[in-house]
């Protein structure tokens, strides 16, 4: 059980949580978490039984250190506390791995730190394979489940239905524990989703900054974007199959989907730019 009893007041804190597998193409979801847990120098609370959920035959435990004693890492879910002092809220970060099984009992455990830490809302990270080209913006969905929370931060309810992951599920039981919840999904392109897609997961941090008003510091996250985008794009374009399925591609998403240059639009991105500039978002925010 993770110890909550020594934690100083949070502010109201906002719960958000990534897992690696079957929810997680290119790894833009769980490496956002990961980038939070850094900028914002997130300490670590404690982490869950992994006996109680994880087939270490489905999730080998690791091996590291080339020099000296070398140790055993066995993998699980890990809760960070994170007091950005430029934030108007304190942050849990949630970072794991898709439980094997007993994910009534993994939520309960999960939920019952939050409520015991006083969170007020959730926010679910995932991200998919999609028929997407990567030399264009990559579309990020924002769902959620009560209308209030719909209305809350203008986003739409879901639609999906069929098999889900533990992304979907503790969204669920966080909306009907009464939390606020809300899920961010990035639609990563098919062809380049097996290695870490930095823009997918740059994509992401936008959209959460827009849902929650806040400014996240970006790191060496945008160049990294630059340089997936650039890597990829030469492997696109030395096989012309490739070269031409993409187009086709960036045919269809440019004739399907409208033009986000509105004037809100431009708006919001000029004021997120002046935060950041303000903010001294190249530094990392304790």
Known sequence: MIDTSRVAPLRNPLLIAAFEGWNDAGEAASDLVAHLVDVW???????????????????????????????????????????PHLLPRDVVL?????????????LEELLGVAAQLGVSDVLTLGALLADSPHTRPIPVSATAEASRDQARFGVSGGTY?????????????????????VSLWAAVPHYAGHTPSPKATLAI????????????????????????????????QSDGDMAEYVRALEEQQDTTELPEASGDAIAKEFERYLRRRDDGNDAPQG
């Open 41 to 83: 120098d997130a300490e670590v609370l404690g982490e869950l039984d992994a006996d109680a959920y994880y087939d270490f035959q489905v999730n080998r435990p690791r091996v590291s250190g080339l020099a000296g004693e070398r140790t055993i890492e066995w993998r699980t879910t890990r809760v960070h506390i994170a007091r």
């Open 94 to 106: 949630v970072q794991g791995i898709e439980p094997s099984f007993r994910w009534h009992a993994f």
């Open 161 to 181: 239905e069929g098999p889900t992951g533990i992304v979907g599920v503790l969204a669920d039981a966080a909306h009907r524990a009464g939390l606020g919840s």
């Open 205 to 236: 941090l936008s959209r959460a900054e827009d849902l929650f008003d806040i400014t996240i510091p970006r790191g060496d996250l945008e160049e990294s974007a630059r340089a997936w985008e650039r890597g990829v794009e030469e492997v696109a």
